[in-house]
């Protein structure tokens, strides 16, 4: 149980020294991602994003309990109608903490920002991926109906193709 201000402050700079951590995590694997699919190796993406899902995951929980330091800290030490941002609660820590908060701020918003844009980057990757692979399925597809209505068990030619001649639609059976 948290019981002084300085606790929080303390427990609040860890929380975001962790998230930190997962965060530059998630950057590597952005890159690497982004290494694979310019390479095409789509096989090699899924340890990746398993990886990616759990550091998600886990990031996720750190926020979680982040916020709920953040609320109780809110609650015990500040008045109710006072804002209360981060960069406020930064400016009440305590002259030792307020460095190492600000340093952490600067360096989670730029590892965010560029995770961002790596991300955005390997959607269009993706999505050309996936433009060139719905165009490749679609050119096999037709390749493989125009096969199909070639070798049609049905009397007559293939559709759209015109009779060249000969018997039309006449089924011998031996039977008669």
Known sequence: ?????????????????RELVLQERLLEIARKKQEILLKNDIEALVPL???EGELVF?????????????EEMKRQFFPKGQEMSLSRVFELADADLQGEFLL????LSRVVRELQELN?????LIEDVLNYIDVV????????????????????PPRGERSRGGVRGILIDGVV
């Open 137 to 156: 399925f679609s050119l096999l597809l037709r390749e493989v109906e125009r096969q199909e209505q070639k070798n049609s068990p049905c009397y007559g």
């Open 1 to 17: 149980m948290l019981t002084t201000r300085r606790e929080y402050f303390l427990h609040l700079l860890e929380g975001f020294k």
């Open 104 to 107: 952490l701020r600067e360096e």
């Open 58 to 70: 886990q990031t996720c929980a750190v926020e979680r309990r982040l916020g709920k330091i953040w």
């Open 120 to 124: 955005r980057q390997n959607t269009l």
């Open 49 to 51: 994003l398993e990886e």
